[in-house]
């Protein structure tokens, strides 16, 4: 049972466009919200993370929105450059759970 | 952010043969560890929840003879691949949960059975 759907599969963005990941969870007992980018070859590494209790989280180029009642999360990565290039994950977890993660999305920002 | 070692980052070996992953959490203490696998172009799948001193607990069709968990001190869970088979040959990754229950990933290995 899939409980994270992540879209879309595959994104490509120009330099300096703006590129949003969207996620949706089924789970309500879930209350933490990472994003995941990992490079080829190499494991994922925390890029940013959300608690349910507020609806946007920046940091730097990158923002999540959260939607509480429609269980919904975006990853917005503004200013998009060629080395934010990776696959990127989102995810969620509650307690000393195992993380689940959603599908993966592709980017590649071209110049 | 917290750092996961996973050693060794590639490995190749002899169908038949066994293969032990350790993963090792270098300033934290983790009582829960996780395994992971990961084909290519595809998103990670967990095998197993390894917690300190107990066993661990496998995902449905996971083998756990096959695939040999332990976790004998906070800072270090080994996965061992045992007889290997080239249809083993994947990404294996782990990650820790520090005491704030953020999961930090290691470096993965890249396992090859030939």
């Known amino acids: 049972q899939q409980q994270v759907k992540q879209s879309p599969q595959s994104l490509i963005v120009q330099k300096g466009g703006i590129s949003i990941i969207n996620c949706a969870y089924e789970?309500?007992?879930?209350?933490?919200f990472p994003w995941y980018q990992q490079f080829p070859g190499k494991g994922p590494a925390l890029l940013i993370a959300?608690?349910?209790?507020?609806s946007e989280k920046k940091e730097g180029r990158f923002t999540i929105s959260f939607n509480k009642s429609a269980k919904q999360f975006s990853l917005h990565i503004m200013d998009s450059q060629p080395g934010d290039s990776a696959t990127y994950f989102c995810?969620?977890?509650?307690?000393?759970?195992?993380?689940?993660f959603g599908t993966g999305t592709k980017l590649q920002v071209i110049p | 952010g917290a750092v996961v070692s996973q050693h060794p980052s590639r490995v190749i070996c002899k169908s038949g043969t066994s293969v032990k992953i350790e993963c090792r959490s270098l300033?934290?203490?983790?009582?829960?560890m996780f395994w992971y696998r990961q084909f290519p172009k595809q998103s990670l799948m967990l095998m197993a929840t390894?917690?300190?001193?107990?066993?661990?607990?496998?995902e449905q069709g996971v083998e756990k003879d096959k695939f040999l968990i332990n976790h004998a001190s906070l800072t270090l869970s080994t996965l061992t691949v045992t007889s290997a088979h080239p249809e083993d040959s994947s990404f294996y990754i782990c990650?820790?949960?520090?005491?704030?229950?953020?999961?930090?990933f290691g470096q993965g290995t890249r396992l090859t059975v030939v």
């Open positions: 995810a969620a977890t509650g307690g000393y759970q195992k993380v689940t």
């Open positions: 959300i608690r349910p209790d507020v």
């Open positions: 789970n309500t007992a879930f209350d933490y």
């Open positions: 390894s917690n300190e001193g107990s066993k661990a607990t496998y």
């Open positions: 990650s820790a949960l520090d005491r704030n229950t953020e999961a930090f």
């Open positions: 300033d934290f203490q983790a009582t829960t």
